[in-house]
């Protein structure tokens, strides 16, 4: 049974139609790319993935059953986590206490015994805080445990983004252009990183990149969307012989490098 | 925490709230400084109401303009329940409503302030759970206009004289000093600073877990909240009733103070004055908003020796503070060591600087 089975999701806002027909099958353990031309509909379809918004017509099946229309905080408990294009951190929030916030999912204590703070009470928070800083540590973040988020640079933003995410336990991580921003240096380091999670963390990866380069370096499989639709899928070296893409970015840049 | 050290946290707690009583009302508990008490126990119920608008307008960033109904809600249901239930529940207490021995108070207390906090959260319940679908401004005048239908039904409620002032019922006796069971005075300060304490305690355990942390998740990005899981519109809720419970209790230890209770007391200016100890304090700090309520409770009485200037001067005091520190007095941070360690630095520098010279 695959992870998550998305078949002819369509999402159109009034009479545009941002996402269309799109079909899309992930298997456990993969980690698959999700390119396109700038407002082909990636990211409002990892809305739809993840309840932002309903789907206008078209199932969404993640581990055996539907999530289509479930609000945002259900389809999280059942799996599926996610970073956003446009950071969408808790600014005010410290580093350590944004990614706690995001254990929140798998913390047991009830509000009672929050107030009483007993005995399982510390050892829940303990927990958590120690989880949190693992995941601080491991993107690097450690050292600004005491930070509010706002105040950390914009790649560490990012970075901080995906700890966060993680910190939910998610079976499947969706990251749109996690590495948006970043300078060429910056960038390899980040998809280093994301290369190791999937083995570390025993997570699916779905990821949106406008740097082909990137994407081929780092997916083995990839789904081209050009106006909503999935144009071409299979093998990086697949995708970049696929005529349909080419000419789909045609007149931005040659599709053998960076088309952002 | 180990058990002995939360005992004996409690038991200090207790020791010095009743030394405080002690030292006011002395043994006798009949003569004493009413101003005193009266500014003490204002104190008091400023602290429960910020602290509990707090968990609202601090920890999730929704903005109450309301909760003055909550805290009426309580005051009459309260005060109705020691009335009315007077005979029956409560026959040790006196009928002139004069003041109540400690112990005494002890159960009638409880049970009016649990009666008052449970009506106030139901109605917290059912005013929150539509309203706060919508934000900011809206949330705001919505609440407002909860709270002035809460005014209008209370002073249409004949049982407990809405519309005028509640001082207690007659009742139907032969002897003439029975004809009348007025609202027994049970709150004293030990009452009501232990309230306050409880209530800071419980905003200090909430916002220092995982769960405080989803209520201020709410107010930093609830898109985000959501995709970390977070039923958002559950904690709005929660916040919402937690906080009309400790405001319907605030409410209720208000009405068993007051010899007769008035519609008077719950216009919506005194919404206002509450929010304005929450900005002031600096929106989620428990400890500035707590400081914050008792500074304000006291400044209009530190201005009386210049009494035909204090309508404006504390106005004046309070624009200039919101221009000069528009974060707060004390700023979004809880008062603490490190925070003072910085504030001390910052003024140190601001003094050591010397002017550039060209
Ligand atoms: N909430 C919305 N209401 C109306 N139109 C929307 C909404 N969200 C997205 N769209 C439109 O849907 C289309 C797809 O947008 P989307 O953000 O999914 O593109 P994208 O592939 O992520 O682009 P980019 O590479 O720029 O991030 C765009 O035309 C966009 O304007
Ligand atoms: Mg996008």
Redesign the pocket.
């Known amino acids: 049974m695959p992870l998550l089975e998305v078949k002819d999701c369509t999402k159109q806002?009034?009479g545009?139609t941002?996402?269309n027909q799109f079909t899309l099958s992930l298997e456990s353990g993969e980690m698959v790319g999700l390119i396109?031309?700038?407002?082909?509909?990636?990211?409002?379809?990892?809305?739809l993935l993840t309840g932002v918004?309903a789907p206008t017509s078209g199932t969404i099946q993640f581990c055996g059953s539907s999530i289509a229309g479930h609000k945002p905080y259900q389809i999280a408990a059942a799996g599926i986590s996610r970073t956003f294009?446009n950071i969408r951190l808790f600014p005010a929030l410290t580093v350590l206490d944004n990614v706690r916030t995001a254990t929140h999912l798998h913390y047991q204590p009830s509000l009672l015994s929050a107030i009483w703070r007993g005995k399982s009470f510390t050892l829940a928070e303990n927990a958590a805080r120690d989880e949190a800083m693992a995941l601080l540590e491991r993107f690097g973040l450690g050292k600004y445990y005491g930070d509010t988020a706002k105040s950390l640079a914009y790649g560490e933003q990012r970075r901080l983004e995906i700890a966060r995410a993680l910190a939910t336990r998610p079976k499947l991580l969706l990251l749109?252009?996690p590495a948006a921003g970043m300078n060429p240096q910056e960038k390899n380091d980040l998809m280093e990183q994301i290369r190791t999670l999937r083995d570390e963390f025993g997570v699916t990866i779905l990821l949106?990149e406008?740097d082909m380069k990137v994407v081929m370096g780092i997916c083995e499989r990839i789904l081209v969307?050009d106006y909503?639709q999935v144009i071409a899928q299979g093998t990086p070296r697949e995708i970049r012989e696929d005529p349909k893409v080419i000419e789909a970015y045609l007149g931005e840049v040659d599709a053998g490098s960076s088309v952002s | 925490m180990p058990l002995w050290k939360r005992f004996g946290g409690i038991a200090l707690v207790f020791g010095l709230l009743l030394l405080l009583d002690h030292l006011l009302y002395g043994p006798s508990r009949v003569a004493h400084d009413q101003y005193k008490e009266d500014v003490l126990i204002r104190c008091g119920l400023a602290i429960i109401l910020a602290v509990s608008l707090n968990i609202v307008n601090g920890f999730t960033g929704q903005f109450s303009l309301g909760h003055i109904g909550f805290y009426m809600v309580g005051a009459y249901v309260g005060a109705a329940l020691s009335t009315y239930g007077h005979t029956h529940l409560f026959p040790q207490l006196p009928t002139d409503g004069s003041p109540v021995g400690l112990w005494t108070s002890a159960l009638p207390i409880l049970a009016v302030s649990l009666a008052g906090g449970l009506a106030a959260a139901a109605i917290g319940f059912l005013v929150g759970l539509p309203s706060l679908r919508l934000r900011g401004d809206y949330l705001a005048i919505i609440t407002l206009g909860f709270a002035q239908i809460i005014l209008v039904i209370v002073r249409n409620i004949k049982a407990v004289d809405g519309a005028t002032s509640f001082t207690g019922l007659p009742v139907a006796s032969q002897d003439q000093a029975l004809a009348h069971v007025a609202t027994p005075h049970l709150t004293s300060l030990f009452w009501v600073f232990l309230v306050a304490a409880l209530v800071i305690w419980v905003a200090y355990s909430l916002r220092f877990s995982v769960h405080g942390l989803a209520f201020l998740a709410v107010r930093e990005d609830e898109i985000a909240a959501e995709a970390m899981g977070i039923n958002t519109t559950r904690y709005k809720v929660l916040a919402f009733v937690l906080s009309a419970f400790f405001t319907g209790i605030a409410g209720a230890l208000f009405a068993h103070y007051q010899s007769s209770l008035s519609n008077e007391s719950f216009r919506f200016e005194r919404s206002i004055d509450v929010v304005v100890m929450v900005v002031l304090g600096g929106l989620g700090s428990i400890s500035g908003v707590t400081i914050a309520a008792v500074l304000l409770t006291i400044l209009p009485e530190a201005l009386r020796p210049i009494a035909q200037y204090r309508l404006v001067v504390y106005p004046l005091l309070l624009v200039i503070l919101m221009l000069t520190r528009p974060q707060g007095i004390f700023g979004r941070e809880e008062v603490s060591r490190a925070w003072l360690r910085g504030q001390l630095t910052s003024i140190a520098g601001w003094f050591s600087r010397r002017p550039d010279r060209v």
């Open positions: 806002f009034g545009l941002a996402v396109g031309p700038n407002g082909a509909g990636k990211t409002t379809a990892f809305n918004y294009q749109d252009e949106i406008h969307l909503g």
